[in-house]
């Protein structure tokens, strides 16, 4: 069965280091997404990707963050100057209209900083 | 705006007794509903989801919910509760499009002898 991948499965990084965080979405898939989870609270969106550009973003997708679909088949978010806060795990997820828009969810990149 | 409301962060259940988490809605659009069950250190999978047609969804693992519109809520239900049920549950609620999920806050299931 098809399925989201990402790399690395933990990342430890230096504050004010950048970071750039892989998924591999599902091949036909059209949408693609990253979440955030911070330790023991929900799961926040953070953007949305589509035909390459950003079809939507949250409050917490700053200047800090950007995302690229550098070929065919990744996904990248990459974090600018990183702070203690962006401690998280973050989910890549993908969608399509046949699978009426059902999002697939990676195992997720546990980011720490430092 | 959508949002969801998630009561109890923990429930503790015996093994073989009903698991009832819940989950209450708010959408100005009518709401597609789901489920994910996150297993420790993994990541979020789909347990079921509730676009439009039957109110009472059944997904896997034995896990079922019913999308009660008059209580805008989308409980989620399993007769007999098993070990490896042990988890976290999020509800989450989308426009059905290809928006983003808003998601709940989580309940943690815990399933004792």
């Known amino acids: 069965e098809p399925e989201v991948t990402q790399t690395p499965s933990h990342q430890v990084t230096q504050m004010g280091q950048e970071v750039i965080l892989r998924c591999v979405p599902i091949s036909n898939h059209l949408y693609f997404y990253w979440y955030r989870q911070i330790l023991g609270q929900k799961v926040e969106f953070l953007v949305s990707f589509y035909n390459n550009e950003i079809s939507e973003k949250s409050e917490i997708f700053d200047d800090q963050f950007s995302v690229e679909r550098p070929d065919g088949s990744n996904f990248t978010l990459k974090i600018r100057s990183t702070k203690l806060e962006d401690s998280a795990m973050y989910f890549c997820?993908?969608?399509?209209?046949?699978?009426?828009?059902?999002?697939?969810f990676g195992p997720g990149t546990r980011l720490t900083v430092t | 705006a959508q949002s969801v409301t998630q009561l109890g962060s923990h429930v503790s259940v015996s093994e073989g007794a009903l698991v009832l988490l819940r989950c209450n809605y708010s959408s100005s659009v009518p709401p597609y509903l789901f489920w994910y069950v996150q297993y420790p250190n993994q990541g979020l999978q789909l347990l079921l989801k509730y676009t439009t047609g039957a109110t009472l969804v059944k997904g896997i693992n034995g896990f079922e919910a019913e999308f009660k519109k008059s209580e805008t809520s989308f409980h989620l239900t399993k007769p007999s509760a098993h070990m490896s049920d042990a988890a976290e549950y999020f509800c989450?609620?989308?426009?059905?499009?290809?928006?983003?999920?808003?998601f709940g806050t989580g309940t943690r299931l815990q399933v004792t002898l």
């Open positions: 997820a993908s969608s399509a209209p046949r699978g009426g828009w059902e999002q697939y």
């Open positions: 989450a609620v989308n426009d059905g499009t290809a928006s983003k999920l808003t």
